[in-house]
Antibody
Framework: QVQLQESGPGLVKPSETLSLTCSVSGGSISTYYWNWIRQPLGKGLEWIGYIYYSGSATYNPSLKTRVTISVDTSKNQFSLKLTSVTAADTAVYYC??????????????WGQGTMVTVSS | DIVMTQSPLSLAVTPGEPASISCRSSQSLLHINEYTFLEWYLQKPGQSPQLLIYLGFNRASGVPDRFSGSGSGTDFTLRISRVEAEDVGVYYCMQALQSPLTFGGGTKVEIK
C-alpha cells in the first residue's frame, strides 16, 4: 500500500527557507496530485498547494509568493520550499495524495506529518 | 476563497447515541459536472487526518457505515448513527471545488 513520509529540518531560523521532502513508497508518483498541508499546533488545517506528477503546480494565494512545490518522478518524491519564514510558519507539515479528475476525488493518503519550528 | 463554516465547535456524545455536524460553504460546491466537491476528514488524537466522505456522500474505503454524508449546494451534514469510543477526534469538512482548497475550522467530538 502507498505510504508517504515527510523529511527535513525540524528547526528553521526566521527569514530562512523551509525545505521538506515527501517520499512516496509502495506505489508510483504518477497520475495523482501531491499536496502539502500544514497545521499549527492546536489549530486547523491549511492547504499550501499541490503538484501534478507532470510538474504543474497550484498554490494557495496566501503563500504563493513564498512557496515552490516540485516533483522528482525518478526518486518518487516531491518537495516543498517556503521562503522568508516567520514564527507564523511554525506548524506540522503534512504531505498527502489527492485523487482528482474522476469519480473518487479526495485526499486519500496522508503522511504522518513533521513538526517544523521557526525560531532563532 | 470559499469559506467553510462548521458547527458546533465541539460535541460530547454518549456512546451509542447519534451525532451530527454541520458544514456550510460560502458558495455552492456543485460543479458543472454534477459532482459536489465536499469532503469530510477525521483527525484522531495524535494522528494525521483520514478521509471519511468524498464528493458529498461517498464513504471512503474502510469507513464504517455508521458514518454518512448528506447535503447539497452550500449546506452539508456529517452524521454518525451510533457514536463509538473510536470516533473521538476533530472532524473537518473541506471544499475542493476551486483553489485554494479550504477547510472548515473543525468540530471536536468527545465521549460523555
Amino acid at each position: 500500500q502507498v505510504q508517504l513520509q515527510e523529511s527535513g529540518p525540524g528547526l528553521v531560523k526566521p527569514s530562512e527557507t523551509l525545505s521538506l521532502t515527501c517520499s512516496v513508497s509502495g506505489g508510483s508518483i504518477s497520475t495523482y496530485y501531491w499536496n502539502w498541508i500544514r497545521q499549527p499546533l492546536g489549530k486547523g488545517l491549511e492547504w499550501i498547494g499541490y503538484i501534478y506528477y507532470s510538474g504543474s503546480a497550484t498554490y494557495n494565494p496566501s503563500l504563493k509568493t513564498r512557496v515552490t512545490i516540485s516533483v522528482d518522478t525518478s526518486k518518487n518524491q516531491f518537495s516543498l520550499k517556503l521562503t522568508s519564514v516567520t514564527a507564523a510558519d511554525t506548524a506540522v507539515y503534512y504531505c498527502a495524495r489527492r485523487r482528482q479528475g474522476g469519480p473518487h476525488d479526495a485526499i486519500d493518503i496522508w503522511g504522518q506529518g513533521t513538526m517544523v519550528t521557526v525560531s532563532s | 476563497d470559499i469559506v467553510m463554516t462548521q458547527s458546533p465547535l465541539s460535541l460530547a456524545v454518549t456512546p451509542g447515541e447519534p451525532a451530527s455536524i454541520s458544514c456550510r460553504s460560502s458558495q455552492s460546491l456543485l460543479h458543472i459536472n454534477e459532482y459536489t466537491f465536499l469532503e469530510w476528514y477525521l483527525q484522531k488524537p495524535g494522528q494525521s487526518p483520514q478521509l471519511l466522505i468524498y464528493l458529498g456522500f461517498n464513504r471512503a474505503s474502510g469507513v464504517p457505515d455508521r458514518f454518512s454524508g448528506s447535503g447539497s449546494g452550500t449546506d452539508f451534514t456529517l452524521r454518525i448513527s451510533r457514536v463509538e469510543a473510536e470516533d473521538v477526534g476533530v472532524y473537518y469538512c473541506m471544499q475542493a471545488l476551486q483553489s485554494p482548497l479550504t477547510f472548515g475550522g473543525g468540530t471536536k467530538v468527545e465521549i460523555k
